[in-house]
């Protein structure tokens, strides 16, 4: 019999036995795959069901421990509602530890109570439904037993549909093995050869430029189309990776760079960390200074105060040291104060102002040198939110600063002092410009005006720019500086509305 068959295919025109072949291979490695691939499936769809519905049935019995424990079957039902929200399960039912009924929930009044015996526990299925039994116990304390009755027919629809499915794939695959099959009509074995030895050349002489040239424009002048078209982009991916590695190389050449790059951008944050310890040190230092300096302070300047009360006060030389004494007394005053200043940040204390009436009370307040002379253009209603006492700090640091290098210069040239003051809308916020023609600052100064204790003055701590800065920064704006030798300095600070 096994002769005959073969002899029979043996004597089928090969169009036949190639369709033989393929369609018959095609439904075997098909039917096996797809079988298995159902198989599987439908044992995870009923895994699933099984998971899902016992995690539920655990979780309902975790929350019956308490109504059980305290025999309230209200509480009970209650939690037994719960059941409702699942989808499959159909009826919920909770015993005693002696398999006395203790409390029901049906969603279906047509369903036949259970008479599965609850001495084991189970997960199983049987007439159509999924049963599941659960523990309902805490602390190794045993309450009772849960037991739910889920519905299959989802799950039995869900198999039935993939069972069809398999089977329409199956019959489009041996449609499609068919006409493959169909198409094959000539001998292929010469010029499979013919590509074979080319690949072996291509092989042997890594040679991507070889070409081999279709004979027919069939299945086979497509795959020798094919095969050209796996040489070219063979040879484009030799093309891309030899630009690859000059690129690597030229890459490697500047990594020196990048490195270079990189370690400037650590000594940096390492600068800036060390800055950082240096204030925490500060702040520590700034606190004990200030306490034991204040007092001794304190103490001098009321002894000269005694002391001038006691001596000739018409004496000039005697009143020019006591002037000289209290200065000095105060310009100590002045440098305890910006270093808590800049040491302690108090939190902003806001305060909705028109800045162009504020500025104007301000300036009343603070009275400028008769040798300056003071321009304004400041745009009305400008209304924004601020700290007043910290704001005054930066204006009384800005324009003591404008005002210290217009009066230097004054003795030096009678060109004339003067300062302007301009405050306008921009970007959001609000813009103001502090602006004098005064000797001005080469690039190194304006380089380092913010570091904290930089100083050109022959006293003071080289705080007054930094606490700007500071301040400026905690209301959320920025702080600018424009400035030219012999053209004078700007200061140009914006707050955020």
């Known amino acids: 019999m096994i002769t005959k068959t073969k002899l029979l295919f043996l004597n089928l025109p090969l169009k036949h036995k190639l369709s033989l072949l393929i369609v018959g291979t095609t439904l075997i490695t098909m039917g096996i795959g797809l079988g298995l691939l159902l198989t599987n499936d439908i044992h995870r769809l009923k895994l699933d069901l099984k998971n899902r519905v016992k995690t539920n049935a655990e979780l309902m019995a975790n929350y019956l421990v308490v109504p059980m424990a305290f025999d309230d079957k209200e509480g009970a039902l209650h939690l037994l509602e719960s059941v409702n929200l699942l989808q499959e399960v159909l009826d919920a039912q909770s015993y005693t530890k002696n398999n006395n009924a203790f409390n029901r929930i049906i969603k279906d009044r047509n369903l036949n109570p259970s008479n599965l015996p609850l001495s084991t526990l189970t997960n199983f299925f049987a007439d159509n439904m999924l049963h599941t039994i659960v523990p309902i116990y805490k602390n190794n304390i045993h309450y009772g037993k ?64 070889q070409r081999v040239s279709p004979d027919s424009i069939d299945e086979i002048g497509q795959l020798y189309t094919s095969f050209n078209a796996l040489l070219e982009a063979i040879q484009t991916r030799e093309t891309e990776r030899d630009c690859a590695l000059k690129d690597l ?194 690039k190194e100064t304006q380089a380092r005006i913010f570091e904290p204790l930089f100083s050109t003055k022959g006293f003071g701590v080289g705080l007054g720019l930094p606490i700007v800065e500071q301040i400026i920064t905690q209301h959320g704006g920025s702080l600018h500086v424009e400035s030219r030798l012999e053209q004078g300095t700007k200061m140009k600070y914006w707050i955020p509305y």
């Open 146 to 209: 849960l037991y739910l009755r889920s519905s299959t027919q989802i799950l039995d629809q869900t198999i039935n549909f993939r069972i069809t499915l398999v089977i329409f794939l199956l019959l489009v695959m041996t449609l499609f093995a068919f006409l493959i099959a169909n198409k094959l009509q000539q001998l292929i074995s010469v010029p499979i050869k013919k590509l074979a030895l080319i690949s072996l050349q291509v092989r042997d002489s890594a040679d991507y430029s």
């Open 249 to 442: 190389a030229i890459y490697s050449d500047q990594l020196e760079e990048l490195v270079e790059k990189r370690t400037d951008a650590l000594r940096q944050t390492q600068t800036e960390l060390i800055q950082k310890e240096r204030l925490a040190v500060l702040g520590q230092l700034t606190a004990t200074v200030a306490h034991e300096l204040r007092n001794p302070l304190g103490t001098i300047r009321l002894s000269i105060f005694n002391v001038s009360q006691q001596i000739n006060a018409d004496s000039p030389s005697v009143n020019r040291s006591i002037k000289r004494i209290e200065r000095n007394i105060q310009r100590c005053d002045q440098i305890i104060k910006e270093l808590l200043l800049y040491t302690k940040h108090r939190p902003l204390d806001l305060t909705e102002v028109d800045l162009s009436n504020w500025i104007h009370h301000f300036l009343s307040e603070n009275p400028f040198h008769q040798d300056i002379k003071l321009k304004l253009d400041l745009t009305s209603n400008l209304m924004i939110k601020i700290d007043t006492e910290k704001i005054r700090q930066v204006m009384v640091n800005l324009l003591n600063n404008a005002s210290e290098a217009l009066l230097e210069q004054t003795l030096n040239t009678p060109k004339p002092a003067i300062l302007k003051i301009s405050c306008q809308q921009k970007n959001k916020g609000i813009e103001c410009i502090i602006a004098d023609n005064g000797p001005g600052m080469n």
